[in-house]
């Protein structure tokens, strides 16, 4: 496959419909630019478990506050330690 696209003013291009659909590319899909002596390489580049971040909305709770659990969870940590200690 070989397409043409121009470059605008603002160095944007489009990625013709035919190689979105192929690789299923949506709005706000990165891609990967690359250089090799005079030739220009495209890639879709592959999702990580962050790129989902704010996807999910919560209903009504809010969010739980790790930094608190964690500091509970080591605090009935060490008093658990201490009762064992002391039996």
Known sequence: MTYATTMTQKGQITVPAAIRH?????????????????????????????????????????????KKLRKQFIKEMAENVITEMNK
């Open 22 to 66: 192929h690789f299923g590319l949506k709005p706000s899909d990165k891609l990967l630019m690359s250089v090799e002596d005079e030739k220009i390489t495209v890639k879709p580049m592959k999702k990580s478990f962050l790129d989902l971040y704010g996807s999910v909305k919560h209903k009504g709770k809010k969010p739980l506050d790790f």
